[in-house]
C-alpha cells in the first residue's frame, strides 16, 4: 500500500462536474488500496476573482487581508470535493493550511512553510479517511496564528511538502495539461509532451515563466527527493517525471528557509574575450557566435549588458586552451560588425583578460530570496575581492573575478554559507533520462521589468551596496548582468549594472534606488517595464557548441533585437522587446526541432 499526495489544481476543480470527477479519480486510486492525502486549489478563476474585488475597494490592498481574502478560495474546494467522496461512500475530511499545522514564516503573500505538522493527517489517513487539504496557505507560527498564503500557484508547494514530510511515495499534479510539455501551448500549440525531465531543468523553466510547476515545488521535490509528476486530470496518461538524485538526509525543520547554497563551485581554468561596442542591432550575436560554433569553440558564460547609445558590449568566457583561438574569431568578425548606419561608430574592439576566474554558489533555495546574492556580493567586498562580471540563474549566482583572488573569494563564500571544503560535489540527475537534448524547453517571462543603473564605481562592494538595498526591501531580483564596459568618470572607474525584477517591484526599486544613487555617486537609474524575457534550457547544452548561435540566429531571422543575455550552464536567456516576446518563443521553439506536427488544444 502506498502513500500519495494528489493536487488538483484550478481548472480541475472548476466546476461540480469536475469536482465528481476528482472524486472519481480519488475513490478509485483509493480502491487500489492507497492512502491519499488531497491538495486542491480554488476553483477555476476564483482567485483571480477575489483579487479583483479586493482592487476594486483598494489600489493597494493590505497584504495581511488579501491572505484573510485569497484563503478562502481553497476553503470551497475541500469542502465540496469532500463532500463528493461522502457521496460515493468514501470516508474522507477537509482542512485547512492551519487545521493540518502547515508553519510559515509570518510574511503575507509570499511565505515560506516553516514545518508541517503530521500528527492530524496522521491520524486521519490510519483510520481509513481521505484527508483533503486546502492549498497554497498556512499560519503564522506566532501565537496569533495569522493567516499566510505562499505565493500564486502555491498550491503545487503545499502539496509536494506535504509528500515530503509524511515520506509519501510520490506527489502527483494534476492539471489541464497532459504534462510538462517543451513550452506553453497556449502559445506554441505544436508544443510536444516529454515522459521525463530532470529537476534541475524544471527548477529553471519554473522560475523562467513555465507556469505549470511553482519553481519553490520543484525545489522542495529536489531537495528531499519527492518523486514528482504532473498529469492531466483529464485522461489516464502517464504524464511528465520530474527526477531528481536521491538527496543526502535534510531536516524537515525550517523545511523552505535551511540552507539557501548547497554548493560553492569555481574554476580557475577561464579566460575572458569581450567585444566592445558593437552596434546594437538584430543579428550581431548570431553573427559572432555562429561565427565561433562554426570554428567548435564552447564557450561558458555569455553576458550582454544593457546598450549604450547604439552599441553594445558582449563577453563570453571559454577555457584556457581555447582561449587564443577565440580570440582570433572574434578579431576576424569585429570589422563586419562595424555600424553599417554609422560607420563613424567606433569599431569593435577585442579584448582579452587570461587571469580570471569564477566563483559561483548553487542551490535551488535561492529562488526569490533577494538576500543570498546580495550576500555572496558582501562576502567578497569583504575580503576585498572586485567582481568584474555578474550572471544569475534561477538556481547560481556566478562571479568573474581575478584568478589571484579565488582562493580567497571561495574560502569566504564557504564560511559565509557553511559549506564545508569536500562536501560539494557533482550531484547527480536521478533515473537516467536516455536522451539528453540540448535544449529540452523553452519559456517565456513577460512580468519582468529592467531596471540599470548607470556609471556604478567599480570597486569592491558596490554590488553588495545595491543588491543588499533590494533585499531589505524584498524585491526579489532576477537575472543580474555587469557590464563589461569599464569608463573613467571624475577619475573612477565605472560600469553600468542591469537587473530585472517583477513588473510589480519595478517603480518602487526605481524609486528607491534614485533616491539613493545621488547619495553613492551612481548614475542614473533607467527602468523599462515592456520587456520579455525568452529562455532555452537543457542539461544537453554543456559542452556543445552551438546552441547558443543558434537561439541569437532565431531570433536575427525575425529581426528581433536582443537586448540582454544571461547564461548559466543550462540555460541561455535574452531580454527582447515585450510586444516580440511571443514571436520569440515561437521562433526558438521551432528552431530547436521542438515543434511536433499535432497542435495542441488546452482545455477550456
Ligand atoms: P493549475 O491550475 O492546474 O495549477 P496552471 O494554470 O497553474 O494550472 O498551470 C498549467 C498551465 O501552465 C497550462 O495550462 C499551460 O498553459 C501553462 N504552461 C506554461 N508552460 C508550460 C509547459 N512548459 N508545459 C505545460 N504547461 C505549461
Ligand atoms: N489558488 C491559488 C492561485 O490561483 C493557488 C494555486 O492555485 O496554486 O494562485
Ligand atoms: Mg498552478
Given at each position: 500500500m502506498a502513500l500519495i499526495v494528489q493536487k488538483y489544481g484550478g481548472t480541475s476543480v472548476g466546476s461540480v462536474e469536475r469536482i465528481q470527477a476528482v472524486a472519481q479519480?480519488?475513490?478509485?486510486?483509493?480502491?487500489?488500496?492507497?492512502?491519499?492525502?488531497?491538495?486542491?486549489?480554488?476553483?477555476?478563476?476564483?482567485?483571480?476573482?477575489?483579487?479583483?474585488?479586493?482592487?476594486?475597494?483598494?489600489?493597494?490592498?493590505?497584504?495581511?487581508?488579501?491572505?484573510?481574502?485569497?484563503?478562502?478560495?481553497?476553503?470551497?474546494?475541500?469542502?465540496?470535493?469532500?463532500?463528493?467522496?461522502?457521496?460515493?461512500?468514501?470516508?474522507?475530511?477537509?482542512?485547512?493550511?492551519?487545521?493540518?499545522?502547515?508553519?510559515?514564516?509570518?510574511?503575507?503573500?509570499?511565505?515560506?512553510?516553516?514545518?508541517?505538522?503530521?500528527?492530524?493527517?496522521?491520524?486521519?489517513?490510519?483510520?481509513?479517511?481521505?484527508?483533503?487539504?486546502?492549498?497554497?496557505?498556512?499560519?503564522?507560527?506566532?501565537?496569533?496564528?495569522?493567516?499566510?498564503?505562499?505565493?500564486?500557484?502555491?498550491?503545487?508547494?503545499?502539496?509536494?511538502?506535504?509528500?515530503?514530510?509524511?515520506?509519501?511515495?510520490?506527489?502527483?499534479?494534476?492539471?489541464?495539461?497532459?504534462?510538462?510539455?517543451?513550452?506553453?501551448?497556449?502559445?506554441?500549440?505544436?508544443?510536444?509532451?516529454?515522459?521525463?525531465?530532470?529537476?534541475?531543468?524544471?527548477?529553471?523553466?519554473?522560475?523562467?515563466?513555465?507556469?505549470?510547476?511553482?519553481?519553490?515545488?520543484?525545489?522542495?521535490?529536489?531537495?528531499?527527493?519527492?518523486?514528482?509528476?504532473?498529469?492531466?486530470?483529464?485522461?489516464?496518461?502517464?504524464?511528465?517525471?520530474?527526477?531528481?538524485?536521491?538527496?543526502?538526509?535534510?531536516?524537515?525543520?525550517?523545511?523552505?528557509?535551511?540552507?539557501?547554497?548547497?554548493?560553492?563551485?569555481?574554476?580557475?581554468?577561464?579566460?575572458?574575450?569581450?567585444?566592445?561596442?558593437?552596434p546594437d542591432k538584430p543579428g550581431v550575436a548570431a553573427k559572432l557566435f555562429g561565427e565561433i560554433s562554426r570554428q567548435k569553440i564552447d564557450v561558458d558564460l555569455i553576458i550582454q549588458s544593457i546598450n549604450e547609445g547604439n552599441s553594445n558590449d558582449i563577453a563570453f568566457t571559454v577555457r584556457t586552451p581555447i582561449l587564443k583561438r577565440a580570440e582570433a574569431v572574434a578579431a576576424a568578425i569585429a570589422p563586419a560588425l562595424r555600424s553599417q548606419s554609422n560607420p563613424k561608430l567606433d569599431e569593435a574592439e577585442v579584448m582579452v583578460e587570461h587571469n580570471i576566474a569564477k566563483v559561483s554558489i548553487a542551490g535551488a533555495g535561492m529562488i526569490g530570496r533577494p538576500g543570498v546574492a546580495a550576500k555572496m556580493f558582501a562576502t567578497l567586498a569583504a575580503v576585498g575581492v572586485n567582481i568584474q562580471m555578474i550572471s544569475t540563474s534561477e538556481v547560481k549566482v556566478s562571479c568573474v573575478v581575478d584568478a589571484a583572488e579565488c582562493d580567497r573569494a571561495v574560502a569566504a563564500l564557504r564560511t559565509a554559507f557553511e559549506i564545508k571544503a569536500g562536501e560539494e560535489g557533482k550531484r547527480g540527475q536521478g533515473r537516467i533520462i536516455e536522451e539528453t537534448p540540448p535544449v529540452r524547453g523553452v519559456a517565456l517571462d513577460l512580468n519582468q521589468a529592467r531596471l540599470a543603473i548607470r556609471q556604478l564605481p567599480d570597486r569592491p562592494g558596490m554590488a553588495a551596496k545595491l543588491f543588499g538595498l533590494l533585499a531589505q526591501h524584498n524585491i526579489s531580483v532576477d537575472m543580474i548582468i555587469q557590464s563589461q564596459r569599464c569608463r573613467v568618470i571624475d577619475g573612477v572607474p565605472r560600469r553600468d549594472i542591469a537587473f530585472t525584477v517583477s513588473q510589480l517591484d519595478g517603480e518602487s526599486a526605481k524609486e528607491m534606488l534614485t533616491q539613493v544613487a545621488a547619495e553613492f555617486g551612481w548614475g542614473e537609474v533607467v527602468l523599462d517595464s515592456a520587456i520579455a524575457k525568452v529562455s532555452i534550457v537543457g542539461a544537453g547544452m554543456l559542452g556543445q557548441p552551438g546552441v547558443a548561435a543558434k537561439m541569437f540566429e532565431a531570433l536575427a531571422q525575425q529581426q528581433i533585437n536582443i537586448q540582454m543575455i544571461a547564461t548559466s550552464e543550462i540555460k541561455i536567456s535574452c531580454v527582447v522587446a515585450q510586444e516580440q516576446g511571443v514571436k520569440a518563443l515561437q521562433a526558438i521553439h521551432t528552431a530547436f526541432g521542438l515543434a511536433g506536427s499535432e497542435k495542441f488544444v488546452v482545455p477550456a
Open positions: 479519480r480519488v475513490y478509485k486510486t483509493v480502491k487500489a488500496g492507497n492512502s491519499l492525502v488531497v491538495v486542491v486549489s480554488a476553483m477555476g478563476k476564483t482567485t483571480d476573482g477575489l483579487v479583483k474585488l479586493a482592487k476594486e475597494i483598494s489600489r493597494n490592498p493590505n497584504r495581511r487581508e488579501m491572505d484573510m481574502l485569497l484563503s478562502t478560495g481553497e476553503q470551497v474546494t475541500i469542502a465540496l470535493l469532500t463532500m463528493a467522496l461522502q457521496e460515493l461512500g468514501q470516508p474522507a475530511i477537509s482542512m485547512t493550511g492551519a487545521q493540518v499545522g502547515i508553519v510559515t514564516e509570518a510574511e503575507h503573500s509570499r511565505a515560506r512553510i516553516l514545518h508541517i505538522e503530521t500528527t492530524r493527517l496522521t491520524r486521519n489517513i490510519n483510520e481509513g479517511k481521505v484527508v483533503v487539504v486546502a492549498g497554497f496557505q498556512g499560519t503564522s507560527s506566532a501565537k496569533e496564528m495569522e493567516i499566510t498564503t505562499l505565493g500564486r500557484g502555491g498550491s503545487d508547494t503545499s502539496a509536494v511538502a506535504i509528500a515530503a514530510v509524511l515520506r509519501a511515495s510520490f506527489c502527483e499534479i494534476y492539471t489541464d495539461v497532459p504534462g510538462i510539455l517543451t513550452t506553453d501551448p497556449r502559445l506554441v500549440p505544436e508544443a510536444q509532451l516529454m515522459d521525463a525531465i530532470t529537476c534541475d531543468e524544471m527548477l529553471e523553466l519554473a522560475s523562467l515563466g513555465a507556469k505549470v510547476l511553482h519553481p519553490r515545488a520543484v525545489e522542495i521535490a529536489r531537495n528531499y527527493g519527492v518523486p514528482l509528476v504532473v498529469r492531466s486530470s483529464w485522461t489516464d496518461a502517464p504524464g511528465t517525471w520530474v527526477t531528481s538524485a536521491k538527496p543526502q538526509g535534510r531536516s524537515l525543520i525550517n523545511l523552505e528557509i535551511a540552507r539557501p547554497v548547497d554548493n560553492v563551485e569555481f574554476d580557475t581554468d577561464q579566460a575572458k574575450v569581450a567585444l566592445l561596442r558593437v
